[in-house]
């Protein structure tokens, strides 16, 4: 046991300490997983995965590919008109978030159908 743990056993007690440990390890395993689409960024999931790691430039943003999933900064453009792009230049998008949250179903549809 480290020292911080002793002193953390000895301020709430045991089962105190073993729930809060227990909400820090859920916190950690869904935390990044759920955020990340959403944390100042514009992320696809591409119908047909790259065959290797890429990068590509969409509207003056770097694009970084790695099988199925694409991530990029969330700069300047609405997530509908960035979608397009995205699958002019990489392929058909199945799913397209940004900071605002998801596109629905209708607007892939119009994202893809963009030439």
């Known amino acids: 046991m480290t020292t911080e743990t002793i002193h ?7 089962v105190a300490l073993a729930a809060k440990l ?8 869904a935390g990044p997983a759920q955020a990340a689409p ?14 290797e790691p890429r990068q590509a430039i969409v509207d003056g943003v770097l694009w970084k590919c790695a099988g199925e ?13 960035t979608c397009a792009r995205v699958a002019r230049k ?11 949250g998801d ?6 549809t119009r994202c893809n159908a963009t030439k």
């Not at 227990?22 to 395993?29: I, N, T």
């Open 8 to 14: 953390l056993l000895r301020k709430y007690g045991p």
């Open 22 to 29: 227990a909400l820090v390890g859920a916190l950690a395993l």
């Open 38 to 51: 959403h944390a100042g960024l514009f992320a696809a999931v591409l119908a047909s995965p790259v065959a």
């Open 69 to 81: 999933q694409c991530s990029a900064p969330a700069q300047g453009s609405r997530a509908a008109i």
């Open 90 to 100: 990489l392929g058909p998008v199945v799913r397209f978030s940004s900071p605002q």
């Open 103 to 108: 596109l629905s179903a209708d607007e892939i």
